[in-house]
C-alpha cells in the first residue's frame, strides 16, 4: 500500500477503551480507492469496533490518531455525517425495520431526498413526485440485482437471515456511497445466495469503481474478493497482506488457534 | 440544623422507595410507574388495620409491610412477567396503567380525604437548634436500619449474591444454576415492601391521601437517577442529596414554597442533560 | 341538558381529544417518541390562546395561532434532550416538564388579574368565539363544527406528512436510532419536527378547550390527562391516525357513558370517577398485555401497483 494519492480511507493509530478494557490499541489502516479490502481477525479482535470507530458509532479514544476520508478528518463527526461525507455501512446484525416493507426500507436509503423537509412537501407537491418516481424505478432495479424483487412489499421484519442481508446490501447501493463498509455480510446466508452476493459484489466494483472494505470470517469470500487483508488481533494490527500472503501467514494461523475459534 | 433533620426525614423516605425502584429496574430494565403506588397501598393497609381493626398502628405496620410486599408478588406474575423481554416502553406504558387502576382503587375504597393514623400528637424535641419529633427520629433510625439489613442481606448472604450476579448478567445467572424467576420474585417482594414501609413512614410523619403515591414519584425518580439507575447505594446517595437540595433550597435560596416539588423535577432534568448515569451509574456507551 | 346538546358537547370532547390523540400517536406511534407529559401542549395552548385573548385582547383565531405557536416552540424544547437521553429517561423528564410547566400556572397568577384570579383559582370568562353572533341554542353545534374542522385539518396534515419520505424516516427512527444514522439522516433535526409539529397542533386543542369551556385552571392539566390520551392511543391502535381518532371517540364515549351509570347504580358521582380512573388504567394494562396492534392497524405502505404506472412512462 504505496500509492497515497489513491488513498480512499486513512486509520492511523486509533485508540478505543470501554473503561479497562481497551479493544483497538493504535491501529493502522489504509484502503485505496476502487479495491475491495478485508478485515479478518478472531472474535473479540476489534474488527466491529472499528468500524464503528470510522463510521462514528463510537468515538476514538482522545490524544490518539486519526481518520481521514478523501482528505477530510471524519473521526469525532457524527454517524450521520459521517454518512453525508460518502460512507455507508451494513451491521453485523442485520438492521431490518420491522414495520416497514421492503421496497420502503430502500427508498429510505436513498440521499437527498427533497421529500424529507417538510416545506417541500407542501410547497413543491411535483418535485416530490418526481423524486419518489426516479427512486420507485432506482430503486425497482436494484432489487432485481439483489433478487428481493418478489419481496417489495413483504414487511422486512418477516424476511429470513440471509434476505436481510440482502435488504442491507440493497440500502447501500440506493444510498450510492463511495466507501461501503460490510460488517460479515456473509454470516447466516446459505451457500448459493452467498455466490450471488459475491458475483453482485464483483461485477459491482467492475462497474461503479466503488470502494469496499469488508469484515469477514469466511476465508473462501476473502480469497475470491478481496485485493488486500488486514489482521486484527487484540486490538492490534497483527498482519496485512493479499489473501495468499495472510492465509499462509503462520502468525494468522495462531491467532486463529489460541482465540476462539472463528 | 433545622435544615438537617428536615432533609434527613426526606432522604429517609425517598430512599426506601428509591432502592425498591432501582432494584426493579436494574433486574427488569424498565421504570416502574406503579412502584410509588404500593406507598400508598401500604400506608392505607396499616391505616385500616390500626383505625379498624383496632391494632395498634406498629403491629398494622408490621403486618401491612409483607402483606404489600407479596401483591408486588402477584402484580409481577400477573401482568409484567407476561411482558418479560417486551421493549421497556411498552413496560413502562404499562406500570402506568396499573399505577392508575390501583391509585383508584384506593380512592374509590377510602376516598380523597386526608386521613392520619390513629398515634399522638407527640411534640418536637429540640436537639441542637433544630425541632423534631420522636417519631421523626424513629424514621430516620428506621431507614438507617433497614439500608443496613439490606446492605448485609446483599453482600454477605446467598440471596444477596444470587440477586447480584442476576442483575449483572441473567443468562449467566442462569447458566450457574441460580433461578433467577425466583430472584426477580424475591426482588419484587423487598422493593414493594420498603415502598409499603416508606408509605407508612410517610403516612406516620405528615399524613395519608391517595395523591400521596403519584406526588412524590418524580422526586423518587429524581434520587434514583441521580444515583445511577441500577445502584442500590447509589439510590441512597440520591435520596441524601435531593432531601438535601429540597430544603436548603426552601430555606436558603428561598425559592417558595410552591414549587417545592419543582425542586426535584428541575434536578431531574438538569441531571438528565448533564450525566444521565448519574453519580454512581455505569457510564452509557 | 337535551340529549341532542349533550351529543354535541360529546362530541366537541371527542373533537379536541381526537386532535391531542393524533399529536400523541403522531410522537409515539410514528416517531416512536415516549412522550409522558403531552398534557403541558394542552395546557400551553389553552393559556396561551386565553391571555391573548383576554389580556391582548386578539381575536380569537389569533388566539388560537398563538396557542399553535407556543405549542410548537415547547415541542421544539422538549425534543432537545432527546439525541442523547434514552427512550424511558426522556419519558420521565417529559413527566417533569409537564409538571413544572402546571406548577408554573398555579404559582404564577400574575399572568391574569393577580393572585385571586389566575394560579390556583384559574381563570374564568373566557369569552367563546362569535357569541355574540349565533344565537345561544344553537352554539354548541356551531362549535362542533368548528371543532370538526380543526379535527380534520389536523388529520389531513399529519396523514400526509407520514406519507411522505419525511415521515418515512420518521417511521425509521421509530424502531432505532442506529439505521437513519448510517444512511446519513439527521435524527435530532427529525425527533425535533416530529415534537414541535406535533405539539403546535396539540396546543391548538388547548385553544379550542379553552374558548369551549369558558373556565380553565391547573386541574384540569394535571398528569392524568397525559394517561387518558395514551389511553386513547393505545386502544386505537398506535401508528395509525384513524385509529387515533377512534381511540380518543371510544375511550371518551366510555367515559362519559359511565357519567349514567348512577341513575342505575348506588354509587356516589366522587367513587364513580374513581371506578372510571380504574377502568382506563385497566384498559391500557389490558391493551399492553393482549392486544398491542389495538383497535385498527397500521396501513402498510404498498408499491407493486406504483410500480407499474412508473415503468409504463
Request: charged content about 15%; hydrophobic content about 50%; aromatic content about 10%.
Amino acid at each position: 500500500m504505496t500509492d497515497t494519492n489513491n488513498t480512499l480511507l486513512s486509520v492511523t493509530d486509533i485508540h478505543k477503551s470501554f473503561g479497562k478494557l481497551k479493544a483497538l490499541n493504535g491501529v493502522d489502516m489504509e484502503v485505496e480507492a476502487g479495491s475491495i479490502t478485508g478485515l479478518i481477525g478472531p472474535n473479540g479482535s476489534g474488527k466491529t469496533t472499528l468500524f464503528n470507530v470510522v463510521t462514528g458509532f463510537y468515538k476514538k479514544d482522545r490524544g490518539h490518531g486519526k481518520i481521514l476520508f478523501q482528505g477530510t478528518q471524519i473521526d469525532g463527526m457524527d454517524p450521520s455525517q459521517i454518512a453525508d461525507e460518502g460512507i455507508q455501512r451494513t451491521f453485523q446484525i442485520s438492521q431490518a425495520t420491522r414495520k416497514m416493507t421492503v421496497m420502503e426500507n430502500l427508498l429510505l436509503a436513498s440521499k437527498q431526498q427533497p421529500g424529507e423537509s417538510i416545506f417541500n412537501s407542501f410547497f413543491r407537491p411535483r418535485l416530490l413526485i418526481n423524486t419518489e418516481q426516479d427512486q420507485l424505478r432506482k430503486a425497482h432495479e436494484i432489487l432485481e440485482t439483489i433478487q428481493l424483487e418478489d419481496l417489495m412489499d413483504e414487511f422486512a421484519g418477516n424476511l429470513s437471515g440471509g434476505q436481510k442481508k440482502l435488504l442491507a446490501l440493497g440500502r447501500m447501493l440506493m444510498a450510492d456511497p463511495e466507501l461501503m463498509m460490510l460488517d460479515e455480510p456473509t454470516a447466516g446466508v446459505n451457500p448459493t445466495l452467498t455466490n450471488d452476493l459475491l458475483e453482485i459484489i464483483q461485477k459491482l466494483r467492475q462497474d461503479t469503481g466503488k470502494t469496499y472494505f469488508l469484515i469477514e470470517h469466511s476465508m473462501k469470500v476473502i480469497s475470491s474478493l478481496c485485493d488486500y487483508v488486514y489482521v486484527l488481533d487484540f486490538g492490534e494490527n497483527l498482519t496485512a497482506g493479499t489473501p495468499e500472503e495472510v492465509q499462509s501467514d503462520e502468525k494468522v494461523l495462531e491467532a486463529y488457534l489460541t482465540g476462539q475459534t472463528s | 440544623m433545622q435544615v438537617i433533620f428536615n432533609s434527613l426525614i426526606r432522604a429517609a423516605e425517598l430512599g426506601l422507595l428509591a432502592v425498591g425502584l432501582t432494584m426493579v429496574y436494574d433486574l427488569l430494565k424498565f421504570a416502574n410507574f406503579s412502584h410509588t403506588t404500593f406507598a400508598t397501598i401500604g400506608a392505607y393497609l396499616a391505616l385500616l388495620l390500626s383505625s379498624n381493626a383496632g391494632l395498634s398502628v406498629y403491629l398494622g405496620a408490621i403486618i401491612a409491610i409483607p402483606v404489600v410486599g407479596l401483591l408486588g408478588v402477584l402484580l409481577d406474575k400477573v401482568v409484567f412477567k407476561r411482558l418479560r423481554g417486551s421493549s421497556p416502553v411498552i413496560l413502562m406504558i404499562t406500570s402506568f396503567g396499573v399505577s392508575l387502576a390501583l391509585r383508584n382503587v384506593i380512592r374509590a375504597i377510602w376516598g380523597s380525604d386526608i386521613r392520619s393514623f390513629d398515634i399522638p400528637l407527640y411534640r418536637g424535641i429540640n436537639i441542637l437548634g433544630g425541632m423534631i419529633t420522636p417519631i421523626q427520629i424513629g424514621i430516620i433510625v428506621i431507614a438507617i436500619v433497614v439500608m443496613i439489613i439490606f446492605h448485609i442481606l446483599l453482600h454477605n448472604t446467598r440471596l444477596g449474591k444470587s440477586m447480584r450476579a442476576t442483575s449483572d448478567n441473567v443468562s449467566l445467572a442462569q447458566a450457574s444454576g441460580i433461578e433467577t424467576e425466583k430472584v426477580i420474585q424475591v426482588v419484587w417482594f423487598i422493593g414493594t415492601a420498603f415502598a409499603a414501609l416508606a408509605g407508612i413512614l410517610m403516612g406516620l410523619d405528615t399524613q395519608v391521601q391517595p395523591r400521596m403515591g403519584f406526588d412524590i414519584i418524580i422526586p423518587v425518580f429524581s434520587a434514583t437517577i441521580l444515583g445511577g439507575l441500577g445502584n442500590p447505594y447509589g439510590a441512597m446517595l440520591g435520596a441524601l442529596a435531593l432531601g438535601f437540595a429540597e430544603n436548603i433550597g426552601i430555606t436558603w435560596f428561598n425559592i417558595p414554597t410552591g414549587y417545592k416539588p419543582a425542586i426535584a423535577f428541575g434536578i431531574l432534568i438538569l441531571i438528565l442533560l448533564v450525566r444521565p448515569s448519574g453519580i454512581m451509574g455505569k457510564k452509557g456507551l | 341538558m337535551g340529549i341532542v346538546n349533550y351529543l354535541a358537547h360529546i362530541g366537541i370532547m371527542i373533537g379536541i381529544y381526537g386532535i391531542l390523540s393524533l399529536t400523541l400517536n403522531f410522537q409515539y406511534g410514528f416517531t416512536g417518541l415516549v412522550n409522558f407529559g403531552h398534557v403541558a401542549f394542552f395546557a400551553l395552548g389553552a393559556y396561551g390562546s386565553t391571555l391573548l385573548v383576554m389580556s391582548g385582547g386578539t381575536h380569537f383565531l389569533v388566539g388560537l395561532i398563538g396557542a399553535f405557536i407556543i405549542g410548537g416552540i415547547f415541542g421544539l424544547i422538549i425534543s432537545l434532550p432527546t439525541g442523547n437521553l434514552k427512550e424511558d429517561y426522556w419519558a420521565i423528564a417529559t413527566l417533569a416538564a409537564a409538571e413544572i410547566v402546571r406548577l408554573f400556572f398555579v404559582n404564577e397568577g400574575w399572568i391574569y388579574g393577580g393572585p385571586y384570579v389566575a394560579g390556583p383559582f384559574g381563570i374564568r370568562g373566557i369569552p367563546s368565539p362569535w357569541s355574540n353572533v349565533i344565537p345561544t341554542d344553537v352554539y354548541i353545534f356551531f362549535y362542533l363544527g368548528l371543532v370538526a374542522i380543526f379535527l380534520l385539518i389536523t388529520y389531513l396534515f399529519l396523514n400526509f406528512l407520514s406519507n411522505t419520505p419525511f415521515g418515512r424516516v420518521l417511521k425509521a427512527i421509530r424502531e432505532g436510532d442506529d439505521l437513519p444514522k448510517a444512511l446519513g439522516k439527521n435524527v435530532f433535526s427529525f425527533k425535533a419536527r416530529s415534537m414541535g409539529i406535533s405539539g403546535a397542533f396539540a396546543g391548538l386543542a388547548g385553544g379550542l378547550f379553552a374558548h369551549y369551556v369558558s373556565f380553565i385552571s391547573p386541574y384540569n392539566f394535571q398528569a392524568i390527562e397525559t394517561f387518558i390520551v395514551w389511553a386513547m392511543v393505545v386502544v386505537g391502535g398506535i401508528g395509525n391516525n384513524r385509529g387515533a381518532i377512534a381511540g380518543a371517540a371510544i375511550v371518551q364515549l366510555f367515559y362519559s357513558s359511565t357519567r349514567f351509570l348512577k341513575d342505575y347504580v348506588p354509587i356516589d358521582s366522587k367513587t364513580l370517577a374513581s371506578v372510571r380512573m380504574i377502568a382506563i388504567g385497566l384498559l391500557i394494562v389490558l391493551v399492553m398485555l393482549f392486544w398491542q396492534e389495538g383497535l385498527i392497524k397500521e396501513k402498510k405502505s404498498e408499491y407493486k401497483n406504483k410500480l407499474k404506472r412508473v415503468s409504463h412512462d
